[in-house]
């Protein structure tokens, strides 16, 4: 790959000596030079512009087709296929404009080419045309993002009643991952709770709905069952992407921002379906965020919902791990707390 990159640097090097000596000599023309106006480089040149179209496309083709699978994952929730579709839809219209406009680019310079014989028509303006190529753009620009707005707003609409919540929060470096209980409802938060002790997520304890909260380092999510992305930051910007669920969203400090999606594939079945028993999918950021933005990453593991069902009820709450959390609350709420850590031992 290197060597090939280095060819290519070395290639344009060599293209712009030449393109200063071209220049030179157009200089020297226009100061009333003996030299011919058009000499045999100027039908070398027409000839370059074609084979560098051929050539051009040929290479794109081909390493399109090459690369297909690694930037065409597989899918594996239900609005990926509207987000797939509209994606190929987009790549389809200017995929289209792309070339067409190319081919027209490159062939014009040996079509029209200097000849001593011919001589320029002067076309100053077409109101026609100008009409035509303002008026046609902009309507298939309309519809391409009126489908994306719809996709957007189904997505980040407020998810179905049963949809299982869990809190995605960023911070430098790494990702908190938050469940609620059974009760499927995450107690409240404050930043300014937050410490590095025992309270990453500055959980509000005098919330009693944040009892039953626990945090998992493995993101669980059960198959064929909506779920909800709660989406924070606690310092800087982040922005939650899984690629198979064709998942992106920023993660803002102080603007939670959401995201639901229905999983189609356990990671068993991806596994085999990819023939790669190592296979996981993964939660990352894509935001630049600092040195140690590599580092955040988090695992999502997909299950059938009966294995979800017996994963969440095996885990302990924040308050059952470290009962201090809960200490100093009012006599009502201490007593609560304490009826859930008795409820988890």
């Known amino acids: 790959m290197y060597g090939f990159l280095i060819a290519v640097g070395i290639l344009f090097l060599l293209s712009i000596i030449w393109m200063v000596y071209r220049i030179q ?42 690369e297909f699978d690694n930037y065409t ?19 389809a219209v200017t ?36 009409v035509i190529w303002t008026i046609v753009p902009a309507f298939v620009l309309a519809l391409l993002v009126i489908g994306g707005w719809k996709a957007w707003s189904d997505i980040t609409a407020p998810a179905p009643e049963n949809s299982h919540v ?24 404050d930043y300014r709770l937050i410490n590095e002790i025992n309270n990453q997520s500055g959980v509000d304890f005098t919330d009693k709905n944040s009892f039953d909260d626990f945090s998992s380092p493995v993101i669980y999510i059960p198959k064929g069952e909506p779920v909800l992305f709660k989406i924070r930051a606690r310092d800087v910007l982040h922005s939650v992407f899984a690629p198979h669920m064709r998942l992106k969203m920023d993660a803002v400090p102080g603007m939670p921002t959401r995201f639901w999606f229905t999983p189609t594939k ?27 933005h590599f580092s955040m990453k988090k695992i999502i593991k997909v299950v059938e919902p009966a294995e ?32 859930t850590i008795s409820e988890y031992k």
């Open 166 to 189: 869990v809190e995605i929060m960023g911070y430098q470096f790494a990702w908190e991952v938050r469940y609620p209980g059974m009760d499927n409802v995450l107690g409240n938060y």
């Open 25 to 66: 000599t157009l200089v020297s023309v226009v100061k009333g030079s003996d030299k011919k106006i058009a000499s045999s480089s100027n039908k070398v040149n027409a000839m370059l512009f074609v084979v560098f179209l051929l050539a051009g496309g040929v290479l794109m083709f081909w390493y399109s087709i090459k």
């Open 308 to 339: 979800f069902e017996k994963w969440r009820s095996e885990q302990k709450p924040y308050i059952v791990n470290n009962p201090a959390l809960v200490e100093n609350l009012s006599v009502e709420l201490k007593e609560l707390a304490d009826i």
């Open 266 to 292: 356990t990671t068993d079945e991806m596994r085999a379906e990819l023939g790669n028993d190592e296979f996981e999918y993964e939660l990352a950021c894509t935001e630049i965020c600092g040195r140690g």
């Open 73 to 91: 994952l597989p899918l594996a929730s239900e609005h990926g296929a509207v987000t797939d579709n509209l994606f190929w839809i987009t790549m």
């Open 95 to 130: 995929g289209i404009v792309f070339i067409i406009t190319h081919i027209l680019l490159f062939w014009f310079p040996y079509k029209y080419q200097y000849n001593e014989k011919r001589k320029a028509t002067f076309y100053p303006d077409n109101n026609k045309l100008e």
